[in-house]
């Protein structure tokens, strides 16, 4: 499905775009891509909260948290690289900010070991976003890969990061 929308450009005349629906809703992670103030963190944030309360509802064991965390990451990516890559493309703009699937599969990778309770998910979302942030070698390598692929790895890479920091807090915590 194709939706298409008229914008204002600077020189105030209307320019008509078609958007890919699908894509976009994926892409944007149903609009909150679109939100002022720091969409990657809006989407990681969201996704903490999504799984926190499905975990909880869910009351099932650390091990079928774990295979649920990673049916969904894998779902999330799969579907996110092709989306990525249209809403990359009809936006004109290399790895827009407004793409935020891929905050929401590193957030789900920095997730995937975490035991269930609140203190772990947030510093599973804070150390996620550090590492998306902070970029650390190959985080940033991997941005350079071409399109969708690109845009979601490297945030899976940072999800990692999160992920084996998060193990060891949890060692010692």
Do not use: C, N
């Not at 078609?18 to 969409?39: E, K, M």
């Not at 990681?44 to 774990?66: E, K, Q, V």
């Not at 550090?130 to 969708?148: A, N, S, T």
């Amino acid at each position: 499905m194709k939706m298409t929308t008229t914008e204002k450009t600077s020189s105030h005349a209307s320019q008509t775009r078609t958007r890919t629906a699908w894509a976009w809703l994926t892409g944007t992670f149903l609009g909150i891509g679109l939100l002022p103030g720091g969409p990657g963190t809006w989407a990681a944030g969201a996704t903490a909260i999504i799984w926190y309360f499905a975990a909880r509802g869910a009351h099932t064991s650390p091990t079928a948290l774990t295979i649920g965390t990673l049916i969904a990451l894998a779902a999330v990516t799969l579907a996110g690289i092709p989306a990525a890559s249209v809403v990359e493309r009809e936006s004109g703009r290399q790895d827009p900010g407004h793409v935020v699937v891929d905050e929401v599969a590193g957030q789900l990778t920095a997730l995937l070991l975490v035991p269930f309770d609140i203190g772990h998910v947030l510093l599973a979302f804070v150390w996620f976003r550090f590492f998306d942030i902070l970029k650390p070698p190959p985080v940033r390598q991997l941005e350079r890969l071409h399109g969708g692929l690109g845009i979601m790895v490297d945030d899976i890479a940072a999800g990692i990061y999160a992920l084996l920091v998060g193990l060891i807090v949890h060692h010692w915590w």
